[in-house]
């Protein structure tokens, strides 16, 4: 596609369950940033990926939050046993390898709500 | 650490109006600034960049300067129409070739005709 594409745009889960989100960059992009929102907060960083890598994943903020990128294209951001303080909305990011100019290319986000 | 304080909104403004979005910084380095635009609907897009002190970042009738001296970023547009509401995100990155951005908590525009 055009952008960058992430599914489900809404998901809401009960306290306990695991859950799995998408993230399909641009095409060509090679590197994928996981960001979280919470309401009335900035993106705030998760995971950077170059490649298949993860090149930085000093965001997570716990062992139960793990993000993969098999095959250097789509992401997946799994989330175990989820507590309601996970309610955000986790936005997906690429950009071209190397031109580290800040340029990110956003998806519209998964919106995680945690009853 | 490195962080972003920008004024709180929500901002409400009349078409052809000035605005003026402040945003300052902290950081161990010499970051570069971005400000990033939300749109209702969208995704965060990329507004207006600068990499070095004095730099000018310019788009779409948006400014901001790169002033090192009061380490800040301030977003400004001299006449604002309908269409610029949306929530502007000033952020930084301290990192070379690095998209690890440090974003602060987004100013809400809104703009009556």
């Known amino acids: 596609g055009a952008g960058v594409s992430q599914t489900p745009s809404n998901k809401v889960t009960e306290k306990g369950k695991y859950v799995e989100l998408r993230c399909d960059p641009i095409s060509g992009h090679t590197a994928l940033y996981w960001y979280r929102q919470s309401l009335g907060q900035g993106p705030e960083f998760l995971i950077y990926f170059q490649g298949t890598g993860a090149a930085d994943d000093s965001g997570l903020p716990n062992d139960r939050f793990f993000a993969v990128r098999p095959e250097g294209s789509v992401s997946t951001l799994k989330i175990q046993r989820t507590e309601r303080g996970d309610s955000a909305v986790y936005l997906c990011?690429?950009?071209?390898?190397?031109?580290?100019?800040?340029?990110?290319?956003f998806g519209e986000g998964s919106r995680l709500t945690v009853l | 650490g490195d962080s972003v304080t920008q004024m709180e909104g929500p901002v409400t403004l009349s078409e052809e109006a000035f605005l003026t979005i402040n945003c300052t910084y902290t950081?161990?380095?010499?970051?570069?600034l971005f400000w990033y635009v939300q749109y209702p609907g969208e995704g965060l897009q990329l507004l207006l960049k600068a990499t070095k002190a004095d730099d000018k970042g310019s788009n779409k009738g948006f400014e901001a300067t790169y002033r090192k001296e009061t380490t800040s970023f301030h977003l400004e547009k001299g006449s604002v129409q309908v269409s610029d509401s949306a929530v502007y995100f000033c952020a930084l990155s301290d990192l070379v070739g690095s998209e690890k951005l440090v974003f602060g908590k987004g100013t809400k525009l809104t703009v009556n005709p």
């Open positions: 990011a690429s950009s071209l390898i190397g031109q580290g100019d800040g340029e990110l290319f």
């Open positions: 950081a161990t380095g010499y970051p570069s």
